[in-house]
């Protein structure tokens, strides 16, 4: 018997403006023991669809139209109170972030008693009993010891199981998980997703999967609805719809998907909802400056870089503790070549970028860049030509430009600074740098917030050109993107590589993205440089254990649809 | 959606300004456009008080002591004049007064809440972004100054201005002393919320890029960080222009703030208040009622800035 029945849903949120249509006429079923993906870039609505489901949505939102069922019997529409009989209880749901979903103040137990106590009716001790068995089953060791801890005291994959734990305490036949792993590394990912496999299997739950990750949806679900701008566009079998994509949309979202098996050339341009840009890094070569190739054909050296980051303070120092974020890495960097550092959260890979950039002092170590030895020069002065040389591309495309200034003047900024260009001059660099970038030159005359993630990223890049540089340092520069957007942004990074013989440190947790990206990769943990090899050696004969491990969790993605990369394929 | 918006003629400042969410927002509070209107009409009748004003209180020769004590709309038994809200002792017309007195007021308000602020903003954002020895030497100052109540620092800032200024000058800087004392008790707040905004903003990707470039600190703090951080001041600021007016008026109603001769809502109630229990209930009622009007709408106004510009409300 069908789960849960969701027929030509619209939620609707009027604004001042216009009613901003949600979710458009979506269809969706959940039969018992089905994974059922989820899957859509930002704004496609996936979400909504789940807190409709719940009636979690928030005002102005409403449902506008359709129907949700539950074995048969309609529940939207329902009043508060029977609405409330039925969330949590008969349909639950896991959000993305595990340290907002518990409550810090109370211990897991307290957190899990209570709402088994409320659904279940147990007494105190069946109730314990039975909170125990639930950490236990979602794979919480000691369960008997940690069932009397605080949230905080447990590590973010943990807490996504207690989190998990909650979601089963009312015995629910169905779960929604609202991208119940994006918060998470790669190797609690594949776990946690594991765990959700399991528990559909063996207690016959529906589970609702979002997520806008097709690694995921590949690896994991069953059936998959892929949708855009609140529309439904395609459905069916993961395989099927994977493999085989039939709606225009599905072809182009899967032909962007970085592949950690292949390598393309550039990735297809996507022509699906006029979303396609046009760039012209080509033509900024004709004016780009070159300067003379480094002698020895490395252009940045890293010797022994050690960073300690102070853990608790005091006013005697023999207290004081430290934590050493990078330990004694080193590695070089040839001339044009893009390195790539992976690793996951805390593994120092940003705290390393960060030093390069002259954002953090060192405490131990050398940087040499071009015969000059950066770490040796003190004075802001003294760096000024460095610095000149190289830039950066942040992750958060929100936070990354100033949004009291306006656009032209964000990257006019480092022009100025430098005293490279003066007058008209300058306005005329901006002018093409936002041309290249595919924005066109009216953009300048606007402030960040009117722009799209991918747009502000390419400002980004724009600023981050604006003084010629021969060296970028890319940090995440597309985790916080959509796939389609990602791909987008990695086209203008190789087209900078290829035209600008501009180098790169790039850095990254997504290993499938750095295989495209990469000439070679050094992979990072705990703060050291456990592996440094060729891209493709790496990918193919990795020498640590760790490395190992890192690619097996990685998707492999082998289903997905290759048609419209045959042409890119290296 | 941000993909049409680019595309589309950028619009003229008024345009876009009238067009905002914020704008939006303020037609949409009653509350708002009401306490907004009563502030400009307040604050606009005291700018022109010397054209709206039938009498000035300040001119001798226009004042007639025979006229004292007439009641609101009633015609002087001497004279015959009659006057809207009664005139006081001295013969002065208490709708002159009032508007003379809310020059001094708002003129005292403005100037000691943008001291307090300059002073405020400049100190939070360096104790915010600098950090270290400096930052705890500013905010412990700020924690000792919040100790005391702000009114007896500037009770004890203006007698110590008192004692040192000569008896021939004390008229002429009372006005500036009661700015200086109001300002320094009440910049701590500013300093304590641009800190923690600072905070905030300059771990911002924004602020990394800046560094990068090679900004030094001080445009780093000027022209990035100090426009992202305006917006709760703002609030503060209004709340605090209630609050300072109140001051002043608590101050002078003491009779340590503006001088008789150039006398402050605050002051015109303390003349009143003599008379209070005589009969002469005009003297302090419309002054008391100025006061209140203006120091409530201003609060409302800042109320409705404060839910305005959170985004958690939004």
């Known amino acids: ?570 | 959606m941000s993909d049409q918006t680019s595309q589309s003629a950028p619009k003229s400042m008024f345009a876009r300004a009238w067009d905002s969410d914020f704008a939006y927002n303020f037609r949409r509070t009653p509350v708002a456009v009401g306490s907004a209107f009563v502030v400009a009409l307040l604050v606009l009748s005291a700018i022109f008080a010397p054209l709206i004003a039938p009498h000035n209180p300040f001119d001798p020769a226009s004042l007639d002591l025979m006229n004292g004590f007439t009641a609101p709309m009633a015609a002087n038994e001497f004279t015959g004049d009659v006057f809207w809200l009664g005139t006081d002792d001295q013969g002065r017309d208490v709708f002159s007064t009032i508007l003379y007195g809310m020059r001094i007021s708002l003129f005292v308000g403005f100037s000691a809440v943008l001291f307090a602020m300059v002073l405020g903003i400049t100190l939070g954002l360096i104790a915010g972004y600098v950090g270290g020895w400096i930052e705890t030497i500013i905010m412990r100052a700020a924690d000792v100054q919040l100790t005391f109540p702000a009114i007896l620092v500037a009770m004890l800032i203006f007698g110590v201005a008192k004692g040192i200024t000569p008896i021939e000058h004390q008229d002429k800087m009372a006005i500036w002393v009661l700015i200086l004392a109001i300002g320094l008790s009440d910049w701590v707040q500013f300093a304590r919320v641009v800190r923690g905004a600072t905070l905030v903003e300059k771990d911002k990707e924004y602020v990394q890029a800046a560094r990068m470039i090679g900004r030094g600190k001080g445009i780093i703090m000027l022209r990035h960080i100090l426009p992202n951080v305006l917006s709760p001041v703002l609030v503060i600021a209004t709340i605090s222009l209630a609050l300072a007016i109140i001051a002043e008026a608590t101050l002078s109603f003491l009779g340590v703030g503006a001088p008789p001769t150039q006398p402050s809502l605050g002051t015109l109630i303390r003349i009143g208040q003599g008379f209070l229990f005589s009969g002469e209930w005009w003297i302090i009622l419309f002054p008391s009622v100025t006061l209140l009007s203006l120091a409530l709408s201003v609060n409302l106004l800042g109320d409705w800035l404060r839910d305005a510009l959170n985004p958690r409300l939004q």
């Open chain 1, 1 to 570: 018997m069908t789960l849960l029945t969701i027929e030509d849903l619209s939620v609707h949120f009027p604004t001042r403006h216009k009613v901003f249509v949600a979710v458009n006429e979506a269809d969706l079923t959940v039969e018992p023991g089905e994974i059922h993906g989820l899957v859509g870039e930002s704004g496609a609505g996936k979400s909504t669809i789940g807190a409709a489901v719940m009636g979690l949505l928030e005002r102005p939102g409403h449902i506008a139209g359709g129907t949700v069922s539950f074995k048969g019997e309609a529940i939207s529409g329902r009043d508060a109170e029977a609405m409330r009989s039925l969330r949590g209880a008969k349909i639950s749901m896991i959000f993305q972030d595990p340290l907002t979903s518990l409550n810090p103040l109370l211990t897991v137990g307290q957190q899990l008693i209570e709402t088994i106590q409320f659904h279940l009716k147990l007494s105190d001790g069946d109730s314990r009993k039975r909170a125990v068995e639930l950490l236990d089953r979602v794979g919480i060791p000691l369960p008997d010891e940690r069932i009397d801890m605080y949230p905080h005291q447990f590590s973010g994959g943990m807490r996504q199981r207690v989190v998990i734990a909650l979601a089963l305490c009312s015995e629910p036949d169905v779960i929604i998980a609202d991208e119940p792993t994006t918060a998470l590394d790669v190797s609690i990912q594949a776990q946690i997703l594991e765990l959700i496999k399991e528990l559909a299997r063996e207690r016959q739950t529906g589970v609702i999967l979002i997520t806008h990750d097709m690694g995921v949806i590949a690896d994991t679900t069953d059936k998959v609805t892929v949708m855009y701008q609140g529309a439904v566009v395609e459905s069916g079998a993961t395989e099927q719809v994977m493999g085989n994509p039939q709606h225009d949309y599905t072809k182009s979202l899967i032909a962007a998907v970085p592949r950690p098996t292949l390598k393309v050339h550039r990735f297809p341009q996507l022509s699906y909802g006029g979303r396609s840009i046009e760039f012209h890094i080509d033509d900024l070569a004709r004016n780009w400056q070159k300067p003379e190739p480094s002698k020895s054909g490395t252009l940045l050296k890293v010797e022994n870089l050690t960073k300690t980051f102070l853990q608790k303070g005091a006013l005697i120092p023999s207290r004081r503790k430290y934590f050493k974020a990078v330990d004694n890495v080193s590695f070089d960097i040839r001339d044009g070549e893009v390195f790539g550092v992976v690793g996951e959260s805390g593994s120092g890979k940003s705290t390393v970028a960060r030093m390069i950039a002259t954002l953090y002092e060192t405490n131990g170590g050398k940087i040499t860049f071009d015969e000059t030895e950066v770490t040796a020069l003190s004075s802001n002065r003294d760096l000024e030509g460095y610095r000149r040389q190289i830039q950066m591309i942040f992750q958060d495309p929100y936070s990354s430009l100033n949004p009291r200034m306006r656009v032209d003047e964000i990257i006019a900024e480092p022009v100025k600074h430098h005293k490279l260009l003066e007058g008209a001059a300058i306005q005329h660099r901006v002018d093409e740098l936002l041309d290249r970038v595919g924005l066109g030159s009216e953009a300048g005359r606007r402030y960040p917030h009117e722009f799209s993630g991918g747009q502000r990223q390419r400002i980004s890049i724009a600023r981050a050109l604006a003084t010629q540089p021969r060296f970028l340092i890319c940090d995440e520069p597309t985790s916080a993107l959509d796939v389609s957007i990602q791909a987008q942004i990695l086209n203008i990074l190789k087209d900078l590589q290829e035209h600008l013989g501009l180098t790169m440190l790039f850095i990254s947790h997504d290993l499938p993205v750095v295989r495209q990206m990469c000439d070679r990769v050094g992979v990072m943990r705990q703060g050291q440089m456990v592996e440094v090899a060729e891209t493709e050696e790496l990918f193919a004969n990795p020498k640590e254990a760790y490395t190992r491990e890192l690619l097996s969790l990685m998707p492999k993605l082998e289903g997905l649809s290759t048609e419209g990369l045959k042409d890119e394929i290296v």
